[in-house]
Each structure stands twice: as C-alpha cells, then as structure tokens.
C-alpha cells in the first residue's frame, strides 16, 4: 500500500492526485489544478479569470520529464482525463478508511539525572517536574514537592483564565483601534472642512481688496485723464499761437525787403501793432509748479500688512475665558452702582429741571485703507464700515476653533 500511494502522489502539491487528474502526452499524470497553476507559472502574462485559463492556447513543460506540453485553444481543460487513476484513488482511500488507525502512544518525558525515572512528581519550590529519586536523595531533597496531576489542574485552570483574559484584551484593542480608525476619519473629514471654509474667507478677502483695489486706480485714473485733457487743450492754444506768430515772421520779413519808402511806412506801422499783440501770451493759461505730481494718492498700507501678518486661529475657550471676565466686571460694577437705601424727608424737595443727557457721537472706526489728498486736487478718502467675518466650527473632539477678521480694523 506504501508503494502505490509513492505512485498516486502529484509532483507538483506532493499529495494524493485530487479529482480531475489529467494526463500528459508524457503519460505523466498531475491533478487538474496544479496543472493549471504550472502552465499560469510559465505564462504569467496571459489572462485568467477565476483561477481558469481562458486564453486560446499555450505551452508549458512537464515536471516530471521536462517535455513540452503545447495545448490548443481550451487550454488545460482540453487534456484528457485519466478515469482509471481516478479510480485507483477511489479504491485507495477507501480501503485507508476501512483499516483501522493505530493509537499513537505518548511518550511521557523521562528525568534528565534519572535516565530510567519518569517525571511524576512537580517541586514546587524550583517550579519545575521531576521524578521520585530526585526528591528522596537528589536535587530536589529538601524541596517541597506535589503530585503532577494537582499540579497540572492548578496550572491548566491559570491558562484558562489568563486566555479569556487575553481574549477580553484584545477585543477591548480591537474596539480602540476601531474607534482610532473613526477618530482618523473624522479628523480628515473635520480638516477638510476647515481648510474649505478658510480658503473660502480668504477668497472673500481677496474679492475685497481687489474692489478696493479697482476703486483706487480709477480714481488716480479719473484725475489723471483730467489732469492730461487740461494739458493738451493747453498745448493745442500754445501751438496755435506758436502758428500766428510764425505766419507774422514771415509777413515782417517779407517787409524788410521793400524798397519803396512809402509802401513800407504803410504797412509797418500795423505790421509793429501785430507783433507786439502776438508776443503777449498773458491771455494763455501757464501750468502751476507741482501740477503734474500724484503723490497725494499715497496709501500708508503698514497698518494692514501687519494686520495679515498676525492671521491666525482663535480658540473657542480663549473666547469663552474673556466674556467671562467681562461678565464679572460689568456684575461688579451694577453692584457698585446699586442705590442705597435713604430716608426721606418729612417734605419732598421740589423736582430739579431734568435735561437730557447729551449724546456724544461714536468716534467712527479707521478706515481700513487711508488716502491722504493734498491739493491742488483733493479728493475725499472714503471710510468703509468695520467688517469681522467669524466661522465657528465644531470639531470631533468638542474643541471650537474661530477664524476672525476683526483685527483689520483694529490700529
């Protein structure tokens, strides 16, 4: 029986052939399976499904012989089965399974000093077996010593409880570490939706200073294109005049060359009149000293550079810590300002002429940007409202983060 199972046994799993067995054109046997994985081996760059080839063909080599195996389209389901192998295996097992199976005996240990001694007893003060004659007149001698059994039971009962509670450990971590994976995944979801609504305020910010941007540079282009209008009326009058005057030169030159007395005293004296009249240009605007410069369009933007360079993120319970201590002060002080009992007097003093209280106006916050307009062209800086943008958000583990913007108008 030893034999024919030597011969029943696959070359590739070096177990008994499983249903199907295919054979070689070798004549070599191999269970379908394994025959499969050795022709994926050989050909990892064909396609599978399912653990199947389902390529039109291929090739491999035998393990047994090394011959060339070439299969056709079905691929390893196209090798023809051997049914009597097949059989023979069928008849084997059974006849393994009628046989009875003998019992394997357990070779209990035997004392290391004691070559022919069992161990049968436990020192309990060495914490370890041993046999008889060590305890009467061995190592163990003057040791305290139990039987095994007790020992084992003691013992077997220990490692139980010490399983269960290993086991109770480690479903308490698996519940940690699940709730760390949920912890994870919220605090990526949290950031995401934090990082999204500060890059939305930033946006926002950046809307705003772009307009006010737009709104500067049109009125620096507003006054500069009146200020240009101004100089090329006043150029075009100058080059006019530049003209007349050219055009008499021309008429005073062309008078010198007369020769006739008479015709020359004639036109002269119009002549002279004209050209004292063409050398006054009092009647022509003169551009002021400074007209052209812009200066007065300067913008301090210090304050609000190192307003964006103190961007940062406020916690919710820094917050909660000062309205707290606003709340205390303004307690304190309603008590300070408490009216006392008074007694009155027998007659009531005549009322005094109540006014109203005079209201002084609110100092207006600065302007986030200052324009400071010097003349000759001065322009009114305008003041926008103070504006905060605040976004609360709740994180998972309860801590409130509060993004502010109430420091740009803040000096």
């Known amino acids: 029986m030893e034999s024919l199972e030597k011969q029943l046994i696959c070359p590739i799993c ?13 004549q070599h046997n191999l269970c379908r399976k394994c025959a499969n994985d050795v022709f994926q081996a050989s050909n990892p760059y064909l396609s599978t499904r399912s653990g199947s080839t389902v390529t039109s063909g291929g090739r491999f080599r035998c393990p047994s012989c090394r011959h060339e195996v070439v299969l056709d389209r079905h691929g390893v389901y196209g090798l023809q089965r051997n049914l009597l192998v097949e059989n023979i295996i069928d008849m084997y097992k059974q ?9 394997e005996k357990q070779e209990q240990p035997m004392c290391e000093a004691h070559e022919e001694e069992k161990i049968n007893i436990y020192c309990v003060t060495c914490s370890v077996p041993t046999c008889s004659l060590c305890k009467v007149f061995g190592a163990h001698k003057d040791c305290e010593v139990a039987p095994l059994d007790n020992v084992f039971h003691k013992q077997k009962a220990e490692l139980t409880d010490c399983i269960s509670m290993l086991v109770g450990n480690n479903e308490r971590t698996q519940l940690v570490i699940i709730q760390l994976e949920e912890t994870c995944t919220t605090v990526n979801e949290n950031g995401r939706r934090q990082k999204s609504k500060v890059c939305e305020t930033f946006d926002h910010l950046f809307t705003l200073l772009e307009e006010k941007k737009g709104e500067m540079t049109l009125r620096i282009s507003s006054e500069q294109e009146e200020k240009l209008d101004y100089l090329r009326g006043l150029r075009r009058r100058y080059g006019e005049h530049l003209e007349s005057t050219a055009k008499l030169l021309e008429t005073a030159i062309q008078a010198m060359d007369e020769s006739e007395m008479a015709v020359f005293l004639q036109t002269t004296k119009p002549l002279l009149q004209k050209i004292v009249e063409g050398t006054n240009t009092s009647h022509i605007d003169k551009v002021q000293h400074g007209y052209e410069n812009m200066e007065h369009f300067t913008a301090d933007f210090e304050l609000q550079r190192r307003a964006l360079m103190k961007i940062d993120f406020t916690h919710e319970q820094q917050d909660a810590e000062e309205d707290k201590a606003v709340e205390a002060r303004g307690r304190s002080q309603s008590a300070n300002q408490q009216p006392t009992a008074l007694q009155l007097p027998a007659t009531p003093p005549q009322r005094r002429s109540e006014t109203p209280p005079t209201m002084t106006p609110m100092t207006k916050p600065p302007a986030s940007l200052t324009i400071q307009a010097t003349p000759p062209a001065p322009i009114p800086s305008t003041s926008t409202a103070p504006h905060s943008d605040q976004q609360h958000e709740e994180d998972g583990d309860g801590t409130k983060h509060v993004f502010s913007f109430s420091w740009l108008n803040q000096k």
């Open 95 to 103: 006849g393994s399974t009628s046989r009875p199976v003998p019992e």
């Open 14 to 26: 070096l177990e008994i052939f499983s249903k199907p067995v295919v054979i070689l054109p070798c």
